[in-house]
């Protein structure tokens, strides 16, 4: 049954510890269906809120979820808001208030008829995580820093005067190499964090830094959509997008052997992993189709009339009309029409940031061991008692990071996945200082947590999971 609701200040504790009692048929609230909800409203924890007159402190972002609900969104993305001691019990923290200050501001539309919690955020694991690393990296102090701004610049720098080259000295083999490994650097070191909302406290340095993306010839609307879509349910296949995107030329999800997914070239795929990885920039520059801003997108979860996509989409379709006119048609103007020259340039420009961004996200979540779900696993059984999956150790087992401080320049700090998971409006500067003590805190609540000394370690363990995927086979098979 759904919550009984509250008013005014005492909503945040309903939200932050909802109870499980009938309705209040003598309240005002009314139950709602998830359907009925309009494209300037959301739903945090069973209770609906028309979002259209609060002022949210981090931009117009938030009207990106509306029509559906938003919870794992909310609590992954605001940490501090539900967070309390793990020596605590006292509901009244600084971090319910907050969470309090802000949820009042927005008006209770409704309730959802039989919502059910999917995942705690506030296991013994998550509570003491969160404790320790907040210890680290102060509330408000998430941020990028001067040297993540130092990267960023740099890489910036380094890839417009790439483009300059491009655009009016013209284009070459060479050129296209680098211009490709510039334009992954731009993708994991700059535009990531801002459209994480965590390059900065304001917002519009990161919608700014976040058009990046489009620079680079992918709509940032659509990669915020998908992107924060893998972060709530990563590895779920029924529901991250990343999970079953290469399908059906690859699989990274073992479904049983005699699935309709399954067909008789999986059995080769760990040999032509990186082959189908290298083609990831044309798939999407081909794919690409701008009316998908206007039906929404990721398995139709994402409304087309959201006052997020109103207030972009002519400045995504502006970027993008730059990019083609800086990338796509300099090579044409500079070697001819007919000429070969310009399909070679784009070509490798195209392997390079495909391998650069591709072979980065494919080991992070796709090696040996790794945890996988679909929808009828989303429950596990402890004494006896269905209980909500913990998302964060969640988010640990199905992720892994690998090397150290030159691996961490070159991704941007995303070689750290499993912090950058459990943390994803935390700045990518942080992830080396918090590390540890992920790591500490991870081995004393048994949550496995697989970190390789070399990204050549990951890259085999991840040969090795895909072969295996695509015959059907497990590790624990293998060492039997």
Known sequence: MAPKLKSGNDLAASVLDP?????DTSSTIPVREPSSLKASELSIDGVVYDFSAFDHPGGDSISLFGGQDATIQYKMIHPHHNFQSSKSSNSGSASS??????????KQTGILEGYQEEYTFESQFA???KEEVFKIVKRNQQFGTYGFFFRAFCFMAIF??????????????????AYGVAA??????VQHDANHGAASRYPWVNEVLGYMNDILGNPKILWMQQHWTHHAHTNDVSRDPDSAGAEPVLLFYNYPKDSSKRQWYHAFQGYYLFAVLSGFWAALFFSLDFSTLLKGSVKDKFRNDTKYIQNHYWIVQAVHLYYRLTFVLPPFLHHGWLSWQPFVHISFFAVSVSLYLGMLFTLSHNFEGVEESDLSQETVSASGKKEPICWYARQVETSSTYGGLISGW?????NLQIEHHLFPRMSSAWYPYIA????????????RYTHFPWIWQNMISTIRRVSMVGNNTSLKQKES
């Not at 109870?19 to 309705?23: G, M, N």
């Not at 208030?97 to 927005?106: C, D, E, I, P």
């Not at 491009?166 to 083999?173: A, C, K, R, Y």
């Open 127 to 129: 509570l003491e995580l």
């Open 436 to 447: 540890p003590t992920v790591r500490r805190v991870c081995a004393k609540h048994n949550v």
């Open 97 to 106: 208030k907050t969470a309090s200050m802000h949820l009042s501001k927005m």
């Open 19 to 23: 109870p499980r009692d009938a309705v």
């Open 160 to 177: 417009f005067y790439l483009q300059y080259l491009w655009v009016f000295q013209g284009s070459s083999i060479w050129l296209a190499i």
């Open 184 to 189: 992954g650097a731009i993708g994991t070191s």
């Open 410 to 414: 070159i991704t941007g700090g995303l």
